[in-house]
Nanobody, 125 residues
Framework: VQLQASGGGLAQTGDSLRLSCAASGRPFSLYSIGWFRQAPGKEREFVALITWSGGSTVYADSVKGRFTISRDNARNTVSLQMNSLKPEDTAVYYC???????????????????WGQGTQVTVSS
């Protein structure tokens, strides 16, 4: 499966942005989809995931209550609505696909075999 992330940009503290991840190739509905981010000089970290059916979501504590992940399998897209943005949300955001049914809730990057190219989110104070 090929993934294409988009929707990043420049925002101010408290603003909202909506990221999208468009998929092509293998049936999109087979995968859990995760969002990760990587700030300069830091390791890639988990942000949120949604299981293949969209019935379950998991969020990092740092974004819980501010970010919402959703998916539309008919349109092969996953969205990440980011509200109340903070400067510490500044990073390159990546979407990734996980086909491991036994690890559908994994937050570890190693569980995700397919990655999009990333989209930059910059939040100024």
């Amino acid at each position: 499966v090929q993934l294409q992330a988009s929707g990043g940009g420049l925002a101010q503290t408290g603003d909202s942005l909506r990221l999208s991840c468009a998929a092509s190739g293998r049936p999109f509905s087979l995968y859990s989809i995760g969002w990760f981010r990587q700030a300069p000089g830091k390791e890639r970290e988990f942000v949120a995931l949604i299981t293949w059916s969209g019935g379950s979501t998991v969020y990092a504590d740092s974004v819980k209550g501010r970010f919402t992940i959703s998916r539309d399998n008919a349109r092969n897209t996953v969205s990440l609505q980011m509200n109340s943005l903070k400067p510490e949300d500044t990073a390159v955001y990546y979407c990734a696909a996980n086909s491991l049914t036994f690890a559908a809730y994994s937050t570890a990057p190693v569980s995700y075999a397919y990655w999009g190219q990333g989209t930059q989110v910059t939040v100024s104070s």
